[in-house]
């Protein structure tokens, strides 16, 4: 497998533009995350998913932020418009999801999107 | 709704043994502690995961007490490698909804 994957890795825009970052979880994996990570902020939960349906949102900062999940194998966040705030690394994770037990917690992160708005 | 806390920074030297501990005071009792890695520019990465105890496996030995509140990841003859951030991850399922959140994690630099 190989692995969680995201794009792009680095995206460069000005503010006021639309971005939009994807996520590719493992095959097999029916939850996917999606966290933001700043020095000052460290990394923050910003929704998560279940089987496709958005569970918790309550991470997302703002209305500009919304992420989609259509299938089993894509997911999207998207922000708009971008701000310089929101400068930062944007990871998504993905595990089989379960209540708890063995392999709960078990997130397989992506290598990131690293965003810089100016 | 509480939450985990850890050092938020140690250092070392090359071959030495390393304890880094969390505290979990309100872990919920279906509740696995899940500790991760991260590399600058990388993701987190799983590194091991336990109930009680102790588990061990190639990389690290985890430590549980019986009342659960803390868990102690112990790194055995640290390598320069080994310089990164560490998290310990507890899922509180008392809501019903799981959110996985991270805190600040400790930043673990090991010196030749």
């Known amino acids: 497998d190989a692995g969680v994957i995201q794009s792009p890795r680095h995206e460069v825009t000005e503010m006021g533009q639309e971005v939009t970052l994807r996520c590719k979880p493992i095959?097999?994996?029916?939850?996917l995350f999606w966290y933001r990570q700043t020095m000052m902020r460290g990394l923050e939960l910003l929704i998560y998913?279940?089987?496709?349906?958005?569970?918790?949102d309550s991470g997302m900062p703002e209305d500009r932020f919304s992420a989609k999940m259509p299938n089993a194998s894509f997911s999207t966040l998207k922000i708009q418009p971008s701000e310089p705030r929101d400068s930062a690394v944007y990871f998504c994770?993905?595990?089989?999801?379960?209540?708890?037990?063995?392999?709960?917690?078990?997130?397989?992160f992506g290598a990131g999107s690293r965003l810089t708005v100016l | 709704l509480a939450k985990t806390t850890q050092p938020i920074s140690m250092d070392s030297y090359e071959g030495q043994e390393v304890n880094i501990t969390c505290s979990h005071n309100?872990?919920?009792?279906?509740?696995?502690i899940t500790w991760y890695q991260q590399f600058p520019s990388q993701g987190p990465r799983f590194i091991i995961q336990g109930y009680k105890t102790k588990v061990t496996n190639e990389v690290a030995s985890l430590f549980i007490p019986a009342d659960r509140k803390s868990s102690t990841l112990s790194l055995p003859r640290v390598s320069l490698s080994d310089t990164a951030v560490y998290y310990c991850l507890v899922a509180y399922a008392g809501t019903g909804r799981r959110a996985l959140t991270f805190g600040s994690g400790t930043r673990l630099q090991v010196q030749p």
């Open positions: 998913f279940n089987n496709n349906v958005p569970i918790d």
């Open positions: 095959s097999g994996h029916n939850s």
């Open positions: 994770a993905s595990t089989r999801a379960a209540a708890s037990g063995p392999g709960a917690n078990v997130l397989t």
């Open positions: 309100n872990i919920a009792t279906n509740d696995y």
